[in-house]
C-alpha cells in the first residue's frame, strides 16, 4: 500500500483564491511526522510546513496551512490567496518514528496559478 | 540563512563512467541523506548517514553506490558505473535532530 497518496495530479486556481491539495497517508507509527514540499520548474526542494503526529494544532506558516485531520489520516495543504509564484510542484512526505529517519514522498500535485 | 549546497548542478556522464556528486551540509547537522527524483516521477530516499555511517538505505541503494564524508564537511555520492535509468535529480539533505530537514538544490546528471 502507498504511505503517502496524493491523488490530484494537477489542480489549478485563481490569482487571490484558496486552493487545497489533498494528502492521505498511511502508517500505523503513533509518532510521525508530516511535512509538505514545493517544487518550482528550476528543481529546488523548499520546505513548507511541519506537523507532528502529536500536534494539537494544525500548523499554520504564512499563508500555507496544514488541515490535519488524524482520524482520516490527512494533512491537506491549504494555500490563501495564491500567487503567480505558488505555481509549482507540492509533495507532501512522512517521517514515520520506526523507520529510521527517511521521509517517503507521495507522487505530487502540479498547481497551476491563473492570473 | 544556512543551506545545502550541491555541485554540480549538472553532470552530463557516459554509460559506465563513475560519477561522484558533491555536497556541502549546513554545518552543525548531523544527518545527510541522499535522495533521487527521476523525471516527473516522486523524490525517493537512498540512505542515510549518521556519525560517519551508514544508518539506513533503501533497495535503491544498490553496491554501485556510496557515500562518504571525507573531511568534515563534504557529503560525497558515488555512483560506480553508471547506467543509463540512472538519469536522475539527485538531492542531498541534512537536518539537526532527524526530523527537521534543508534540502540542497539537487544535482541533474544525465547518463548518456
Known amino acids: 500500500a502507498q504511505k503517502i497518496t496524493q491523488t490530484q495530479p494537477g489542480m489549478f486556481v485563481q490569482e487571490k483564491e484558496a486552493v487545497t491539495l489533498d494528502c492521505t497517508y498511511d502508517?500505523?507509527?503513533?509518532?510521525?511526522?508530516l511535512f509538505w514540499y514545493k517544487q518550482p520548474s528550476s528543481g529546488e526542494m523548499i520546505f513548507l510546513i511541519y506537523?507532528?503526529?502529536?500536534?494539537?494544532q494544525n500548523a499554520t506558516e504564512g499563508r500555507y496551512s496544514l488541515n490535519f485531520q488524524k482520524a482520516r489520516k490527512s494533512a491537506n495543504l491549504v494555500i490563501s490567496a495564491s500567487q503567480l509564484g505558488d505555481s509549482a510542484m507540492y509533495f507532501c512526505a512522512m517521517r514515520e518514528e520506526t523507520s529510521g529517519s527517511r521521509l517517503t514522498f507521495g507522487e505530487g500535485t502540479q498547481l497551476t496559478v491563473n492570473p | 540563512e544556512p543551506e545545502v549546497t550541491q555541485t554540480p548542478s549538472h553532470q552530463v556522464t557516459q554509460m559506465g563512467q563513475e560519477v561522484i556528486l558533491r555536497c556541502v551540509p549546513i554545518s552543525n547537522h548531523l544527518y545527510f541523506y541522499w535522495y533521487r527524483q527521476i523525471l516527473g516521477q516522486k523524490v525517493e530516499f537512498l540512505v542515510s548517514?549518521?556519525?560517519?555511517?551508514?544508518?539506513?538505505k533503501s533497495e535503491i541503494f544498490d553496491d554501485q553506490f556510496s557515500v562518504e564524508r571525507p573531511d568534515g564537511s563534504n557529503f560525497t555520492l558515488k555512483i560506480r558505473s553508471t547506467k543509463l535509468e540512472d538519469s536522475a535529480m539527485y538531492f542531498c539533505?541534512?537536518?539537526?535532530?532527524?526530523?527537521?530537514?534543508?534540502f540542497g538544490s539537487g544535482t541533474r546528471l544525465t547518463v548518456v
Open positions: 548517514f549518521y556519525n560517519n555511517e551508514i544508518s539506513e
Open positions: 539533505a541534512s537536518s539537526a535532530a532527524g526530523w527537521g530537514y534543508t
Open positions: 506537523q507532528g503526529s502529536y500536534d494539537q
Open positions: 502508517t500505523s507509527d503513533p509518532s510521525y511526522g
